[in-house]
């Protein structure tokens, strides 16, 4: 299996910084692309940023100039520099990996189990 393990999250201030970070581990064979989703109190999960193992970015608009997404692909890792956080931020931020393990011939997602980011204002 592939697991995937978030970190970062915790309380700021409206206009503040965090970064989250996440890794992937276990038989992993190649990742393709890595992302960051997010899930707001009674809405459903969305995504937030995404960046394949070439290094193009998606975004969604909301966080377009203040969100930045990064991978090292050495260490299997995704970042989400957050930046003039929002109280609208606020979510539980899941990151998914699309990943092919060994032995198995097509990729498949792992997520992991979200870390909180509450924006206070």
């Known amino acids: 299996q592939v697991q995937v393990e978030e970190s970062g999250g915790g309380l700021v201030q409206a206009g503040g910084s965090l970064r989250l970070s996440c890794v992937a581990s276990g038989s992993i064979v190649s990742i393709n692309a890595m992302g960051w989703y997010r899930q707001a109190p009674g809405k459903q999960r969305e995504l937030v940023a995404a960046i394949t193992s070439g290094g193009s970015t998606n975004y969604a608009d909301s966080v377009k100039g203040r969100f930045t997404i990064s991978r090292d692909n050495a260490k299997r890792m995704v970042y989400l520099h957050m930046n003039s956080l929002k109280v609208e931020d606020t979510a539980v931020y899941y990151c998914?990996?699309?990943?092919?393990?060994?032995?198995?011939?097509?990729?498949?997602?792992?997520w992991g189990q979200g870390t909180l980011v509450t924006v206070s204002s």
């Open positions: 998914n990996v699309n990943a092919r393990r060994a032995f198995r011939t097509n990729a498949e997602d792992a």
